[in-house]
């Protein structure tokens, strides 16, 4: 089986990003704006992205499987910005899309073919986190089925700065009740917010 194998949607197709996308990849994650929010640093030069591509892609992979998309307009196949799933404990969803794009339900509709991959392959649940000041990734996670489960503080890193997370998780398996923990356990502030 391909690691990673490309999944379609009315608009999109999702697929692993490849030497090719180097330019995109550096379109996508030199925004500042876009990267306000992400744990990288923009990067600054092509060799940046390029440097990213290898360390994270070509890595991911090599693996026997993973969940390491580009997501892409079915008009061009050009990465707008990725989407994946993690093979860790936390099956964490993340996902960055280029600015212009904002707005048109494009990672929401992403977002649900991951999950239903994944869901087929066997994940029991996903979670995602989202700094408080970005309550617009809360509304894709809430598309998506989400349920916000707690709140909590983390110096992020690289870029060294205290956030307060909102933990969400859809359980995949009809376990309702499960609360993914480590991060409630791992960080010593933690709490559940109201009328989230």
């Not at 794009?101 to 392959?121: P, S």
């Not at 933990?167 to 376990?175: H, P, R, S």
């Amino acid at each position: 089986m391909e690691n990673t194998p490309a999944l379609e949607t009315e608009r999109l197709v999702l697929r692993q990003f490849t030497e090719n996308d180097i330019e995109a990849l550096f379109r996508i994650f030199s925004d500042e704006e876009v990267n306000t929010f992400l744990p990288l640093f923009p990067f600054k030069t092509m060799e940046d992205a390029k440097a990213y591509y290898y360390e994270k892609y070509v890595k991911a992979y090599s693996m026997p499987r993973g969940y390491e998309y580009a997501i892409c307009l079915k008009s061009d196949h050009i990465p707008i910005g990725y989407i994946h799933a993690s093979m860790e404990e936390n099956h964490d969803l993340g996902y960055g899309l280029c600015r212009e794009f904002w707005h048109k339900g494009i990672v929401t509709e992403a977002g649900k073919r991951l999950i239903e991959k994944v869901k087929e392959d066997g994940f029991p649940y996903v979670t995602a986190t989202h700094d408080v000041n970005n309550p617009r990734s809360g509304e894709v996670m809430k598309r998506l089925g989400m349920r916000y489960k707690y709140s909590y503080e983390e110096q992020w890193q690289p870029k060294d700065v205290l956030v307060t997370f909102r933990m969400y998780q859809l359980n995949l398996d009809g376990k309702q009740d499960r609360v993914y923990r480590e991060y409630w356990d791992k960080y010593t502030v933690h709490y559940i917010e109201n009328n989230i």
